[in-house]
């Protein structure tokens, strides 16, 4: 399987091929089990993706806003599918990078399309990771005010008897503080008080926990989820 059909592959499942380009690659899926192989792995690995964003009409200048922002093509001229031109780009990068970019899609997605409450921008965003896998698990936007909206990217078993609990870490001397229990993975907002205002770099982890939350105060359970915070432009 080369990286130019895993690429094209992961073109088509995104959406972001033209009618031409889909009908041909829909030919080359009912003929070649590699390629169908190909798309079955992206499916598998952005449908948790797909299922936490809602279902949205876009504006009518929303593809003009973004042709321009990345350059049209000339009259006549055909224009590569958008994957297509990022690995033309960054060949060496192919494989390592698009994990990321998904995540920082739906990221963006998410900012747009559901601030908190309607509060306006958060000070803090952070994507986190499983730690062994660097599989992204949930997004965390941090508000001036002490807010702090949790939204899990994928679904994430907790046994009978646990419940997982989301931390911060903004001073190794004050040590982690509880941001809240959340019973299954499910987007929430959590009220937070006596923290300072998020910064960059700032740590969020989630933690499985026993009933009730960590009877310490501090993360006790193995963390599935962890990430550091970035201020949005």
Known sequence: ????????????????????????FERLIASDPVARSAVADWRSRLLALDE???????????????????????????KPGWFARLWQD????????????????????LLVTQPF??????TVVAVL?????????????AFADGRIRVVPLRAIPVPEGRVLQVWTLWDRQVGPRSVGLMERAEARDYATSGMPRPVD??????????????PTGRPTGPILYVGRGATPL
Not at 201 to 214: D, F, K, R, V
């Open 129 to 141: 990771n499983a730690p062994n896998t660097s599989e992204a698990g949930a997004i965390v936007e």
């Open 90 to 109: 960054v060949s060496a990068l192919r494989l390592a990078t698009l994990a990321g970019a998904a995540a920082a899609l739906v990221m963006a997605v």
């Open 52 to 78: 936490t964003a809602p279902r949205l009409t876009p504006s009518a200048g929303l593809w003009p806003a973004i042709e321009t922002a990345i350059g049209a093509a000339r009259p006549g001229q055909a």
């Open 1 to 24: 399987m080369t990286d130019d059909l895993i690429a094209t592959a992961g073109e088509y499942v995104a959406g972001l091929m033209s009618p031409e380009e889909q009908e041909t």
């Open 117 to 122: 409450g309607g509060a306006g921008k958060p």
């Open 201 to 214: 770099q700032q740590l969020y982890e989630i933690t499985l926990e026993p009933a009730g939350g960590s």
